[in-house]
């Protein structure tokens, strides 16, 4: 039985994992369990007795460790479960809703020194609506936004507006490689007269829709641990009616920026709200400089950022608060 410093939960596909625990001090001892990789090639057992005690441990093959009390816990993300290939079609969805069900009770009931990020933390503050109004509550300033599925309010909310964006409400992938489309997104998108003329689809899945606010550079500001890092996006997108320069991002500029303080402590409020000591922001700078804030996302991607900037080091830091928070 092996203890455990740090647990880390996430895919075995994801290269910030990977990064980071190559940071690491030599004598940290990790337990990495890869949702993509569970249960087919790891296990996890959740062991309660009758007197309240209990203990959750993660196996492969002859090694098993006992992740019940880590000194830190890293919820990274989860994905798609790796159950066997010779799983009946038939069962596919029963065995998925186990396999979550485990993963979830095990990340809400480990109880680590600190987490580097919780899975409940996570989620709530993955619900754009709650964060939206919690971002408003720490003094962030947001755009009007109106998330719905009736018809007649999405039309008499957007024709009081000069112009207006749609954006979805969860992640940006329509279509999965399994569909006939293949892979397909959904960006943010200036609504257009025939997008509007076709407004009745509001129906059929609820929209999110916000008033198109112009800038000259957007700020993607990744928090660790309360120090935030910086870096100006400057869109190399040339089509008329997308401004989402995620689509652009391997063609933008990116420079080194800064936070103004009365910024950095209301997202430093926000991110305390949820308990999140991680999360990738982004803002609008518009033209007289005024920051609108747009979303928090607590799996936030950063090494791509790395490539771009020289001299930042977002990897270093997360391993120096994992490494700070395992020997405190």
Aim: hydrophobic fraction near 40%; aromatic fraction near 10%.
């Amino acid at each position: 039985m092996h203890s455990v410093d740090l647990l880390v939960i996430g895919t075995s596909v994801d290269p910030h994992i990977s990064a980071v625990l190559q940071r690491l001090g030599g004598d940290v001892s990790v337990c990495r369990l890869d949702v993509d990789r569970f249960p087919r090639e790891q296990a996890a057992t959740l062991d309660f007795d009758l007197f309240g005690g209990y203990r959750v441990l993660v196996h492969e093959g002859n090694v098993q460790w006992d992740v019940t009390r880590p000194k830190v816990a890293w919820f990274r993300r989860l994905g798609k479960p790796g159950l066997s290939k010779s799983l009946h079609p038939a069962y596919l969805e029963f065995a998925t809703g186990e396999v979550e069900q485990t993963i979830e009770g095990l990340l809400s009931i480990v109880r680590p020194g600190k987490w580097f990020n919780d899975f409940w933390g996570c989620r709530k503050a993955g619900n754009k609506p709650l964060q939206y109004l919690t971002a408003t509550e720490c003094g962030l300033n947001l755009p009007n936004t109106l998330v719905t599925s009736s018809v007649d309010a999405a039309k008499e909310w957007i024709n009081r507006r000069d112009a207006v964006v749609a954006k979805t409400i969860s992640r940006p992938i329509l279509t999965t490689e399994k569909s006939e489309l293949g892979r397909t997104f959904a960006y943010t998108h200036r609504l257009t007269r025939d997008d509007i003329a076709h407004l009745a689809q509001v129906a059929t899945v609820p929209c999110q829709f916000q008033p198109l606010v112009k800038g000259r550079k957007e700020l993607r500001v990744t928090t660790v641990g309360g120090q935030h890092f910086a870096v100006e996006v400057f869109s190399s997108d040339t089509e008329p009616d997308r401004f989402d320069w995620r689509a652009t991002a391997t063609t933008c500029e990116y420079r080194l920026g800064e936070l103004d303080l009365p910024t950095a402590q209301k997202l430093t409020s926000l991110l305390d709200a949820f308990g999140l000591p991680f999360a990738a922001s982004d803002f609008i700078v518009e033209e007289d400089g005024t920051l609108v804030f747009l979303e928090s996302n607590p799996h936030g991607a950063w090494m791509w950022l790395e490539a771009f900037v020289p001299g930042l080091d977002i990897t270093g830091e997360v391993a120096r608060w994992i490494n700070y928070n395992i020997g405190n």
